[in-house]
């Protein structure tokens, strides 16, 4: 089992950027794809960004392509998404998530979720 805290999230206006952290406890961090997803008020929860289990491949959903880096530190067993040039549609709880199986852009394919963190983005 793997247990995820997130860290980061705050209040930011338009244009602004943060960084978000995923903090993993275990030993098998390094086995792990990581993801990001966010859940807006009323809304369901959406695929951002996916790493894979050393950081050679990573995904992101268009809506966040060439403003979010999704990245990871297997010796401190932390994935971060560093988010730029952040908009009004961007607010939203973000969730770091995990799983042992290949990259997925779907919810049901992650095992593991941390508790999330607030990102509001003021226009």
């Known amino acids: 089992q793997v247990q995820l805290v997130e860290s980061g999230g705050g209040l930011v206006q338009a244009g602004g950027s943060l960084r978000l952290s995923c903090a993993a406890s275990?030993?098998?961090?390094?086995?792990?794809?990581m993801g990001w997803f966010r859940q807006a008020p009323g809304k369901e929860r959406e695929f951002v960004s996916a790493?894979?289990?050393?950081?050679?491949?990573?995904y992101n959903a268009d809506s966040v392509k060439g403003r979010f880096t999704i990245s990871r530190d297997n010796a401190k067993n932390t994935v971060y998404l560093q988010m730029n040039s952040l908009n009004a549609e961007d607010t939203a709880v973000y969730y770091c998530?995990?799983?042992?199986?290949?990259?997925?852009?779907?919810?049901?394919?992650?095992?593991?979720w941390g508790q999330g963190t607030q990102v509001t983005v003021s226009s």
């Open positions: 998530a995990a799983t042992r199986d290949i990259v997925s852009r779907s919810t049901p394919g992650y095992d593991y």
């Open positions: 790493i894979s289990w050393m950081g050679g491949s990573t």
């Open positions: 275990g030993r098998t961090f390094n086995s792990y794809t």
